[in-house]
């Protein structure tokens, strides 16, 4: 994930604002590359890479939780597990308020 990510940012987000960057004598090359110097439209790049990372995250997240489902599903038809004690056991009754 982190690495999708990265190489997105890095392909989108860092020659805009080598593009529309407006840069002092005394700037460093690191600040050259980040958005502290953009002004206006190229703002909306940020915009649209923060969008995408957030929709890269809940599909990761999103496949993961699929797998573990599957896996879930997979043990609970197990024969381990539909032979095992626990899974006949059921816990009846509550404590009698007084």
Not at 46 to 65: D, M, P, Q, R, S
Not at 82 to 96: D, E, F, K, N, W
Request: with cysteine; net charge neutral; aromatic share 14%.
């Amino acid at each position: 994930m982190f690495v999708i990510m990265s190489v997105l940012g890095c392909a989108i987000l860092i020659p805009v604002n080598l593009t529309q960057g407006v840069y002092f004598e005394n700037a460093s090359e690191l600040s050259r590359i980040g958005p502290s110097n953009v002004f206006g439209e190229a703002h909306w790049a940020t915009v649209v890479v923060a969008w995408l990372f957030n929709i890269i995250a809940a599909g990761f997240l999103w496949w993961n939780y699929r797998k573990i489902l599957h896996l879930r599903r997979q043990y609970f038809e197990s024969d381990e597990y539909q032979q095992s004690l626990h899974a006949r056991t059921l816990m009846v009754g509550s404590p009698m308020s007084g």
